[in-house]
């Protein structure tokens, strides 16, 4: 299946068949990770996150589902509750894919939900490169004068760790921001 994907998306960008394919690594070397996601029955879910919002670092995640609704993605300005289909796998593409395609193809922002009668289940397939031989970069034929290159030359381990100091920065000033708040508005 991620073949057949990666074809179809090397073709979308004017590439030969096997290009994204072999630019994660090819089968030999693409890594699959499965993670299982258990989201309990939750009497009040205004009041819970099953899993905050974010982007996979992966090339391609394959999910598969209980049928029971939750998954969110942030479209046109909101978000909005992916359908439950029978007998279906949901798929989108990750970091890895939006770096090689220059940001033509967009790593979807995210979210889990619980839902208050049903327990939800969603068995998650993230398709990743090696984290140290392939260099992430966006390829040549994606990148112009007129559309320069948006992301920086790294393997897909310092793409972690960007990601993951990022991420770390972001809560630290969110947390100060509020602690200032806080002192501001006591005195």
Request: one cysteine or more; charged letters at 20%.
């Given at each position: 299946l991620a073949t057949?994907?990666?074809?179809?998306?090397?073709?979308g960008l004017g590439l030969e068949e096997g290009r994204l394919e072999k630019e994660v690594g090819g089968l030999e070397e693409l890594v699959l990770q499965m993670k299982i996601n258990y989201y309990p029955k939750?009497?009040?879910p205004e009041l819970a996150l099953g899993v905050e919002a974010h982007?996979?670092?992966?090339?391609l995640t394959f999910i598969l589902h209980n049928m029971?609704?939750?998954?969110?993605?942030?479209y046109g300005g909101k978000w909005v509750t992916a359908k439950c289909v029978p007998n279906s796998i949901v798929m989108h593409i990750g970091d890895t894919?939006?770096?090689?395609?220059?940001?033509?193809?967009?790593?979807i922002l995210h979210r889990g939900l619980v839902n208050k009668e049903k327990v939800r289940i969603s068995w998650a397939v993230?398709?990743?490169?090696?984290?140290?031989?392939?260099?992430l970069k966006p390829l040549p034929e994606t990148v112009s004068e007129k559309e320069p290159a948006i992301f920086p030359q790294r393997t897909f381990?310092?793409?972690i760790q960007h990601k993951l100091?990022?991420?770390?920065q972001e809560a630290l000033a969110s947390t100060k921001e509020a602690a200032i708040s806080t002192t501001n508005g006591a005195a």
């Open positions: 057949k994907i990666l074809t179809v998306l090397s073709l939750c009497p009040q982007t996979d670092i992966s090339a029971v609704p939750g998954l969110q993605l942030f894919l939006e770096i090689l395609s220059n940001g033509k193809y967009k790593s993230f398709c990743e490169p090696p984290k140290e031989k392939i260099i381990s310092e793409h100091f990022r991420q770390s």
